[in-house]
């Protein structure tokens, strides 16, 4: 008899579950079983064997009640070993539904004089038998599987958050096979401490909650998206769950909306990005999907990190029709795929182009007739472009001469430019020469308003600092070094930058851009500054690598240890939205700063002469100060000239 019931016990545990047809057969037995058992201790077990038959008949009448309060509440379709509370409410509601249904067919039938009488203390008593006994039943199978036939593989986990995200996380653990088992809640209330939710305890968030995870053996960490941002700006705790070789799972996706289904398998195992402290960025919707929807819309650097993420945004509020500008061709064919995909009504014409082409250029605004232009077109890597200044002032700066000139005289409403916070007090080519776009796009917009230009293009520039995930960035690079086994590269251990994710900066592009009425310069609060050598920290302890080392290579050419968002001589004013500050900053006249490109570009044309061209380029911004460069010289000869 022990052997069979082993052999019983293996097979259910070894099994996804029992059919629903043998837990509802089970139910029933336990429901006339128990029928038999009370009629018999309320009566005689002599008077109830020697009416087994009538009483049987019964019995079976009344079970029809009890089966259709279990097809109601479906109490037949939970697996027994992950049955919760909510099953047991489920087994309680069902019976009474059958008591329900049982007192009205008594008091409008004539159902008594063709079954044996039963009084109503006996039906009660029946009922609550029945029901005690189910509930036990699954008790015992959840706890005898918990205690006996847990398997080895499965992973012990707190989960940090004691609402409605935690308690959601907690349910679907329980409520389906899965290889964890909630051993601990995590709670930032002190006072939450040592209560028991779901029959499992809750523990302080405070210095003792590593060691309290290796006491139960605990190896995972579920996050709670209400508390997604509270582990972000937690880096001590992050760190020390890191180091302690602890998975931390986050939500797959950026927001929840608390009533959505939340399920464990939404959860990720966090990657650096994921803990980089940030806040939740809000913008009006329907200001931006007023001023975009229905429009035409021309958008360069379509196939960039900034480019493509401003394509997939705009393309939500429903233009008349989009022109994606990029020279890269493998990537703007992606984006060509995932229109096609995604916003197959949208008319999307991907263009391989140069923005400084002219005729090119002018073509595309002829042709499609933008309403909005949203220029991401640039070159970005300071190295590269301190190596190649002639590309810089050819793309970055005539690149954006044209596309500005362009919209002015094609009528465009209004023109969005992305720039960057290296163009503050610049070290480097590149921020020069997007501090020079600036210079024109202000002075153009100036020159507008002044009427001393035709036209009613309203210029507005967005300035940040680096986003998460971007093409080239210190992130994916890190990466890539450890999965060869290291070393990270860090330039130096003192240097530090801003972050923000693609998706927050684009809409903030997308918010400043209805916004402004021309001439702004709007600057996105960045939040918190991180340290790279921190980050390379960070990425090693998640990794779990143990022999991996940081190696110190010394600043590159034009790179400062942090990066400015706003010239020391400039003043910001607050803006209708917390996150984006209006720039107040020095302006010259259009004139002055036509004169000074024009001269700029013939130089580069003229010889591709590198000292030459960055010389023109600190005569239009006299704050370009190189550092770590070869440019150094000039910045001494300027100093000794005065």
């Known amino acids: 008899m022990n052997n069979l019931f082993c052999r019983f016990t293996h097979w259910y545990f070894s099994k996804d579950a029992l059919s629903y047809w043998l837990v509802l057969l089970m139910d029933c037995l336990i429901v006339v079983g128990s029928s038999f058992f009370v009629h018999a201790m309320m009566t005689s077990a002599t008077s109830t064997l020697a009416n087994f038959g009538p009483l049987l008949l019964t019995f079976c009448a009344y079970l029809v009640f009890y089966l259709i309060g279990f097809r109601l509440r479906y109490t037949y379709s939970g697996v027994l070993r992950y049955s919760s509370f909510v099953d047991l409410m489920r087994l309680w509601t069902a019976t009474v539904i059958a008591i329900v249904l049982i007192f009205i067919v008594r008091h409008t039938t004539k159902i008594d004089s063709y079954l044996v009488p039963l009084s109503w203390n006996e039906l009660l008593a029946i009922c609550v038998m029945s029901t005690l006994i189910m509930c036990f039943v699954r008790i015992m199978t959840k706890y005898f599987y918990d205690v006996y036939f847990i398997d080895a593989s499965v992973q012990r986990v707190f989960i940090y958050g004691v609402k409605e995200g935690g308690v959601a996380l907690a349910k679907s653990i329980q409520a389906q096979e899965s290889k964890y088992e909630v051993t601990g809640f995590v709670s930032d209330v002190a006072s939450d401490a040592h209560h028991l939710l779901m029959g499992v305890k809750i523990y302080a968030n405070d210095e003792k909650l590593v060691s309290r995870m290796r006491q139960k053996n605990a190896t995972v960490l579920m996050v709670s998206p209400l508390k997604s941002d509270a582990i972000r700006n937690n880096q001590q705790m992050a ?118 082409h002219k005729i090119h250029m002018e073509y595309l605004f002829d042709k499609y007739k933008p309403e909005y232009v949203f220029h991401a077109a640039a070159y970005k ?199 984006i500050k209006l720039a107040s900053v020095r302006e010259l006249g259009y004139e002055e700063v036509c004169s000074q490109i024009n001269r700029l570009i013939e130089i580069t044309k003229d010889g591709y002469d590198d000292m030459s061209i960055v010389k023109q380029m600190k005569v239009l911004v006299p704050e370009f100060k190189s550092k770590h460069s070869k440019y150094e010289i000039l910045d001494k000869e300027g100093e000794s000239q005065a």
């Open 239 to 356: 760190d020390a769950l890191a180091e302690a070789g602890i998975k931390i799972l986050m939500y797959n996706q950026q927001e929840w909306d608390g009533k959505s289904d939340l399920r464990y398998t939404h959860l990720k195992e966090v990657d650096v990005e994921d803990l980089l402290p940030r806040n939740q960025i809000d913008v009006d919707l329907d200001a931006i999907s007023n001023v975009l929807k229905g429009k035409s819309i021309l958008i360069t650097g379509a196939a960039g990190s900034i480019g493509s993420e401003i394509v997939r945004q705009v393309s939500e509020f429903g233009p008349s029709q989009l022109v994606l500008v990029d020279q890269a061709e493998t990537p703007l064919h992606d984006i060509r795929l995932m229109m096609a995909r995604k916003f197959p009504d949208i008319p999307a014409e991907t263009v391989t182009a140069s923005i400084h």
């Open 381 to 579: 890597h300071v190295p590269m472009m301190e190596d190649n200044p002639g590309e810089a002032v050819m793309n970055n700066i005539d690149g954006t001469r044209i596309m500005a000139d362009l919209s002015v005289k094609y009528g465009v409403k209004k023109f969005v430019m992305v720039s960057t916070d290296k163009a503050v007090n610049p070290t480097n080519v590149m921020g020069c020469s997007k501090r020079i776009c600036e210079m024109y796009c202000q002075s153009l917009d100036k020159e507008i308003k002044d009427g001393k230009i035709e036209g009613c293009t309203e210029f507005v520039t967005t300035r940040f600092g680096n986003v998460l995930g971007s093409n080239g960035s210190v992130i994916p690079l890190f990466k890539e070094q450890l999965k060869a086994g290291g070393p990270l590269t860090v330039t130096h251990p003192d240097i530090i930058r801003y972050f923000m994710l693609i998706p927050e900066a684009c809409k903030l592009v997308l918010q400043a851009g209805t916004m402004g009425h021309g001439g702004e310069i709007f600057v996105f609060d960045m939040g918190k500054p991180v340290r790279i050598a921190d980050l390379a920290k960070r990425i090693i302890l998640l990794s779990g690598a143990t022999d991996v080392e940081i190696k110190y290579t010394g600043l590159r050419d034009g790179e400062k240890l942090y990066e400015e968002l706003l010239n020391k001589e400039e003043n910001t004013k607050p803006s209708s939205h917390p996150k």
